[in-house]
């Protein structure tokens, strides 16, 4: 007896999904930068006021980089095939 069949070799490959996701560089404010006020003052004989000499506010805000995601990186079904023996017969 010997037993034949027929072979079929289907062969499914998908490469998925390839997403970079979200790259944003967010917010880059430098912010208020005030020198204030700088005033002399009187320059009497007694008083000598330099007056006030604010810095004022230097902020330098948001640097936030955001989001860098890869992503989905999926290789999906990748089947090498199948042997299906169809019709078998004995001879």
Known sequence: MIT???????????TGNNNTGNNNTGNNNT???????YNTGRYNAGDYNTGSCNAG?????NNNTGDNNAGN????????GYFNTESLKTI
């Open 4 to 14: 034949e069949g027929k072979k079929m070799s289907d062969i499914n490959y998908n």
């Open 31 to 37: 912010g208020n930068n005030n020198t204030g006020c």
């Open 57 to 61: 506010d230097y902020n330098t805000g």
């Open 73 to 80: 990186w999926n290789s999906s079904s990748s089947v090498s």
